[in-house]
């Protein structure tokens, strides 16, 4: 994935002269999803843009000090194939660019682990694949070009990170089995507990989905 | 060098409430110089942003086809550190951006290099280092990001690119020479056509300060 992140007054999206969602003070983002994107970058990515620090700290001066969520602003995110280019000589290609029957639940998912990540309302959209104008204030000039790592695709990469979650889900199992144990008298509340919230569920069963379509590919 | 393009139907720069620049429609585009760029990457990137076709021929349709030049559309040129950047977890680092001693006489050159490929009233600017609102409205949305290939760093790639350079000017010398023998009776028109036009001359010299100054650093 590849984001242009513009630090914004405000912006909006316009379809056929309305404007269809806005923000105030906050993020205009870009984003970009090349056909090897898979749940790994969505969640890096998604995690940067709701805590990349690029405002000052008011308070203490502070450069470089306070994220979008630590501020309560905005997040305006819109999916731009165009990112996942290469130029042939003047021309612009985009046959990296994931296949839009994929790329839109993807966007959407996307936008979705963000709102799990910060706050629903404050997370919003455009059109996906439509013919948009986007008015962008941007604040500084502050823009942040911002690529997924291709250590996420390295397969042994992604090793260590699976056998990394295995081990802590297993070290969680031993704590609670262990806190069971103590607590046999407890049980319907630990069996409760076992459950992520439902947003968060819904997040990772739509990201399994996202992995499978693109293997399909 | 790292710029970001963005097609536009409008963009303004901003300065205490003040619009100091705008353009309608062209390329809004944010560009940032790293302590590595000298005269190559700024040549290859004026190039770039002059001629990528980003419009659509109008009359058969052809997508991908019309450059800002072929339109007689704008540009818009605003200098944006920020682009030279590293992610310190989840704080920008910009240790890569050139120091704005070097940068904005960098800045400046680049600028008049699009004017000397273009015309000097279809590029303009912004104010180097100051806090400005950049106003887009991106169209489309259409966003590229382009940065100049790492080969123009490769010293083989310069020393091959200097040899043909170096034996161009001396096809240019022997041609030159031989229609000079020819026509021995024109002599002081022969003399005048070796100058290169004044406006190319000074940017060719500026380009030169720029690199000399770098070498100091």
Not at 38 to 66: F, H, P, Q, S
Not at 108 to 136: A, C, T, W
Not at 171 to 176: N, P, Y
């Amino acid at each position: 994935m590849k984001a242009i992140i513009q630090r914004v007054m405000q912006a909006s999206v316009t379809v056929d002269g309305e404007v269809i969602n806005s923000i105030g003070k906050g993020l205009c983002v870009l984003v970009g999803i090349t056909r090897k994107d898979k749940a790994g970058e969505m969640d890096y990515l998604a995690k940067k843009i709701v805590n990349i620090r690029l405002w000052d700290d008011e308070v203490n001066g502070k450069k470089w000090d306070k994220s979008v969520k630590d501020l309560g602003y905005e997040i305006l995110c819109i999916s731009q194939f165009t990112l996942a280019l290469e130029m042939k000589g003047n021309k612009p290609d985009f046959h990296d660019a994931m296949n839009p029957e994929y790329s839109e639940p993807f966007y959407n998912d996307f936008l979705d682990l963000m709102r799990s990540m910060y706050k629903p309302e404050k997370v919003k959209g455009g059109v996906f694949g439509g013919y948009m104008q986007i008015h962008i204030q941007n604040d500084g000039p502050i823009t942040i070009p911002l690529d997924t790592p291709s250590s996420l695709q390295d397969p042994n990469f992604l090793l260590k990170q699976e056998r990394k979650q295995e081990a802590a889900r297993k070290r969680d199992q031993r704590s609670k089995n262990n806190s069971e144990s103590k607590n046999s008298d407890k049980k319907s509340s630990t069996v409760t507990s076992q459950e992520p919230p439902s947003e968060i569920q819904e997040t990772s069963d739509s990201l399994k989905n996202v992995s499978l379509s693109q293997e399909e590919t």
